[in-house]
């Protein structure tokens, strides 16, 4: 079978194996100096975007093991994965800020940073695009990029508009987690997955919480109308699935060419600004095939 690829963004490291969601608390933000002498250290990959985005990178001084960071641009410290921080580590860096998300740690380092009088922000997880956007404006404040964010949540929103306008509605989805193609993680509510899902307006065949190993057999038995899959690397994630589950090709996804690739990085944190132009990409793919799919029940 030809597996059809879209293409979407670079692929990034997918540090953690479960991306699940859990009350979010309220964003903790401490003051940073002016953005001329702060130095910035981001612990989570979709914070490095973010900071990107809005023309703050110049003030990192480091970066998590999930950030990625154009080829050719200057070598920044990886102070490692976003659970697992030394304080000892950060502090070497002499940051003024550190940013990441609601799952920054352990408790002991985040504690060992605000004693030291270095700002710590912690945001939630975004499982939709509203918190998506309450983070991008937070951070904008943080480092003084107020313009550059309403120009970034401009293109945002004219993206879910689009989406708005092409609905996978009639899409039951299977999102799976591709840390080891021969176990599949598949995703269920309360994930970034589900929120990957809830983005293309299609049904998720799970209908349990979090991510849960399944069979190939389960999953051809839920018979989803497309599969995503969250890929360390999405140039051979989908080809690996099929390689290493064959009888998926017996799903509809599978008969219809209808499984995608879509890069980890873009999910690791909750939603991202790739992850919206991700989820645009696989709609401006698939949204003729749901409007048949729409067609063809009645």
């Known amino acids: 079978m030809k597996t ?21 608390p309220q964003t903790q933000v401490a003051s940073v100096p002016a953005a001329a002498s702060a130095r910035l250290i981001s612990t989570d990959g979709f914070v490095t975007e973010l900071l990107f985005s809005l023309g703050a990178d110049a003030q990192l001084v480091g970066v998590d093991v999930t950030s990625k960071l154009p080829a050719d641009y200057r070598k920044l410290p990886n102070i490692g994965y976003h659970r697992t921080l030394s304080a000892e580590g950060l502090l070497k860096l002499r940051p003024t800020q550190v940013i990441g998300s609601e799952f920054m740690g352990p408790q002991a380092v985040v504690s060992a940073l605000k004693s ?11 499982h939709t695009a509203e918190q998506l956007k309450s983070n991008i ?25 689009q989406l708005k306008h092409q609905p996978l509605s009639t899409m039951r989805v299977a999102v799976l987690l591709s840390m080891d193609p021969s176990k599949l993680r598949l995703a269920g509510s309360g994930t970034s997955g589900d929120a990957f899902v809830q983005l293309l307006q299609a049904r998720n065949v799970a209908d349990f919480k979090n991510y849960q190993t399944v069979s190939a057999e389960s ?69 003729g095939e749901s409007a048949a799919l729409k067609s063809a029940s009645r």
Do not use: W, Y
């Open 4 to 24: 059809r690829f879209a293409c979407l963004c670079a692929a990034v490291t997918l540090a953690s194996g479960v991306l699940t969601a859990q009350a979010a």
């Open 116 to 126: 030291a009088k270095v700002g710590v922000t912690q945001l939630p997880m975004a």
């Open 137 to 161: 404006s937070t951070l904008a404040s943080l480092v003084s990029q107020e313009p550059k964010a309403k120009k970034l949540l401009a293109e945002i929103n004219s993206e879910l508009v």
């Open 219 to 287: 999953l051809l038995s839920l018979q989803p109308d497309l599969i995503v899959v969250i890929g360390r690397d999405k140039t051979t994630a989908a080809n690996e699935l099929m390689t290493h589950s064959p009888v998926l090709k017996n799903t509809p996804a599978g008969a219809h060419s209808r499984i995608v690739a879509i890069d980890g990085g873009a999910l690791i944190a909750g939603l991202s600004p790739a992850a919206i132009s991700e989820a645009l990409a696989v709609t401006k793919i698939f949204s």
